[in-house]
């Protein structure tokens, strides 16, 4: 199943210009069967994403969030609310709650603004579910960093496009091998292992193909 896990929509990112209603009904368009909108520091509320979902035909869509750390931004999933994470979080504090929830997480564009990802990891060991390896606010630099460090480590690659604007929806992606169904199977498939990132074709891609 092919999943874009990281975008935001314009009713909870101010810098988004997507309406969820053109999301639902554009992301089967370019060969999505999931979606997990991570607005800034915000997740959807449970009848909220009940009511999109219920105009979604097939499609999955599901509410994770973009969390602005200390040290950069994490993609949290499967969290029961934001409550204990407020913007400008310790990395450490927010790794706490993630895994008291039995939650995931993944590295949003690492690297990004020269943040010290390297040393992230030094300090609080390999403990992400993944890495975003690629999606449309990754450069090559980054990419290449990305890399090296899922080549040393136990971390994984995902790929997701980060998007902000309509065309920008499904760049890249991820493909999970399980069915997923609920947001507690997409935790699941993230801590499992089973995935690998894609990328959409006939679109420029930031930072190349994903394989």
């Known amino acids: 199943m092919r999943f874009d896990h990281h975008l935001h929509t314009s009713r909870h990112s101010p810098d988004s210009v997507i309406d969820p209603l053109e999301l639902i009904e554009r992301a089967p368009r370019v060969g999505l069967q999931g979606v997990v909108i991570t607005e800034h520091d915000h997740q959807w509320a449970p009848d909220e994403l009940a009511d999109l979902a219920s105009r979604a035909?097939?499609?999955?869509?599901?509410?994770?969030?973009?969390?602005?750390?200390?040290?950069?931004?994490?993609?949290?999933y499967g969290l029961p609310s934001l409550a204990d994470v407020e913007p400008g979080i310790r990395v450490a504090d927010l790794l706490k709650v993630v895994r008291g929830h039995k939650a995931a997480i993944v590295a949003a564009h690492p690297f990004r603004w020269g943040q010290p990802f390297d040393a992230i990891?030094?300090?609080?060991?390999p403990a992400f579910?993944?890495?975003?390896?690629?999606?449309?606010?990754?450069?090559?630099?980054?990419?290449?960093?990305?890399?090296?460090?899922?080549?040393?480590?136990?971390m994984r690659a995902t790929g997701s496009s980060d998007a902000h604007e309509i065309d920008v929806v499904g760049c890249y992606f991820?493909?999970?091998?399980?069915?997923?169904?609920?947001?507690?199977?997409?935790?699941?498939?993230?801590?499992?292992?089973?995935?690998?990132?894609?990328?959409r074709r006939g679109i420029r891609l930031?930072?190349?193909?994903?394989d």
């Open 174 to 199: 991820t493909e999970f091998s399980t069915p997923i169904r609920s947001m507690a199977d997409f935790v699941s498939a993230l801590q499992a292992g089973g995935f690998r990132p894609g990328h």
């Open 121 to 125: 990891v030094a300090e609080n060991g």
């Open 129 to 154: 579910d993944a890495i975003e390896l690629v999606s449309n606010n990754v450069t090559d630099e980054t990419r290449s960093l990305a890399e090296r460090l899922i080549g040393r480590t136990p």
């Open 57 to 76: 035909g097939d499609l999955r869509v599901f509410s994770g969030a973009e969390i602005s750390a200390r040290e950069g931004h994490f993609l949290v």
């Open 206 to 210: 930031s930072c190349g193909p994903a």
